[in-house]
């Protein structure tokens, strides 16, 4: 119904940067909220911003300042700019989306994800 793809993950030195997307297709009446989440090896998921249909953004404390959130509406696509990075941002980068999809309802969706490695 709904497919969300992420791309622009890869390795990286401390203190470089990388820019998320992810794009979600399908029938799709609307976004609500759209967000990344990441998993580090032997982690839990956890969330790092996400951001309102209206622009709101909300980040974990860890990211604030380094990381920013965007969206494009007409495109269906969430980014995510990350500067400054630290290795201990090495994870597996999850997008997450809140879809009311044709002839469904809401429901809820997650990407493949995409793995950021921050190492020298």
């Known amino acids: 119904q709904v497919q969300l793809v992420e791309s622009g993950g890869g390795l990286v030195q401390p203190g470089g940067s990388l820019r998320l997307s992810c794009a979600a297709s399908g029938r799709i009446l609307s976004i609500k909220a759209m967000g990344w989440y990441r998993q580090a090896p032997g982690k839990q998921r956890d969330l790092v911003a996400t951001?309102?249909?209206?622009?709101?953004?909300n980040y974990t404390d860890s990211v604030k300042g380094r990381f920013t959130i965007s969206r494009d509406n007409a495109k269906n696509t969430v980014y995510l700019q990350m500067n400054s990075l630290k290795p201990e941002d090495t994870a597996v980068y999850y997008c997450?989306?809140?879809?009311?999809?044709?002839?469904?309802?809401?429901?809820?969706?997650w990407g493949q994800g995409t793995q950021v490695t921050v190492s020298s």
């Open positions: 997450n989306a809140d879809v009311w999809v044709m002839f469904v309802g809401n429901k809820n969706y």
């Open positions: 951001i309102t249909s209206g622009g709101s953004t």
